[in-house]
């Protein structure tokens, strides 16, 4: 008698030290579903980061899409995608993101630290990406306490008409996580990838979706950790559980295989 497989091999979350070559490699081709990497940042530096951040006041999401409300410090795109392009408003937001950023009291940039790492041992540049010859933001601090809906991410589907001025291969999202709550706050990851018919399960105007639209598709549940990076294929669809006891807070930002083989990031 044969064996039925119920689980893929490749829907798996690899555990490193640090983010290697094989490792983003093997995400772009689908050989994992994740990295993670604890320790990404000396603690140091993740406590400095979170002391300056609990000092600034966070702003929300547009309420009206991202409900439970996430709060964010900085900008990100998403908020600025009109008809699928890339609204004008979002370089004026991006312009007094940068100043709040460059006013916190660091003496260096965090999403720089964050490139620097994700790249230490990848062969081809690590960039900011660019739109229409203009720099992008590096990313955002987000504060999802009370969790993200089920939703998955992809800017070619998002931005039809292309977000980044090249040519990307693969996506992946970024997080470091900086605060994490005593109870909930998991990460889950689906092995579902959106199609047409997931449509009827969209919350009214919003970016998520019934969490029926996975089914019973497998998955696997993190639970973050100060100075835990992760990296993952953000078209999988994902989750996070609302915190109890503790803020959850995280860098992230989105990042691009290109194909001239370089890491370009955006927020
Ligand atoms: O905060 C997380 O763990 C994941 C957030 C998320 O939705 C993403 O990175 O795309
Ligand atoms: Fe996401």
């Known amino acids: 008698m044969t064996s039925v497989c119920t689980r893929d091999p490749f829907f798996v979350a690899v555990e490193a030290s640090g983010f290697e070559r094989d490792h983003i490699a093997g995400l772009a081709a689908g050989r994992y579903a994740a990295i993670q990497v604890a320790d990404f940042l000396p603690a140091q530096i993740c406590s400095d980061v979170l002391t300056a951040l609990a000092r600034v006041p966070f702003d929300a999401y547009d ?70 010859g203009r720099e992008l933001g590096p990313g955002v601090a987000r504060e999802p306490n009370q969790g993200f809906q089920v939703h998955f991410d992809d800017s ?44 009827s399960f969209r919350l009214p105007d919003s970016y998520g979706y019934r969490s029926a639209v996975v089914g019973e598709s497998e998955s696997f549940t993190l639970s973050p950790a100060v100075g835990q990076a992760l990296l993952f294929d953000p078209r999988n669809y994902h989750a996070v559980l609302p915190s109890r006891g503790g803020r959850r807070i995280g860098l992230g930002f989105a990042v691009g295989l290109t194909d001239s083989g370089e890491l370009h990031m955006w927020g």
């Open 156 to 199: 070619i589907r998002e931005f039809p008409g292309r977000l980044v001025d090249v040519n990307l291969v693969a996506q992946f999202a970024f997080n470091l996580y900086l605060s994490v709550p005593e109870d909930g706050g998991q990460t889950i990851v689906w092995r579902h990838r959106w199609g047409p018919g997931d449509e």
């Open 63 to 132: 309420t009206k899409r991202v409900d439970p409300p996430v709060f964010r410090f900085g900008i990100g795109v998403s908020d600025h995608r009109v008809d699928g392009v890339l609204a004008e408003t979002y370089w004026t937001a991006l312009d007094s993101s940068r100043q709040a950023w460059s006013a916190l009291p660091l003496d260096y940039d965090p999403f720089d630290l964050c490139r620097a790492g994700l790249g230490r041992d990848w062969p081809g540049a690590v960039r900011i990406a660019r739109s229409g």
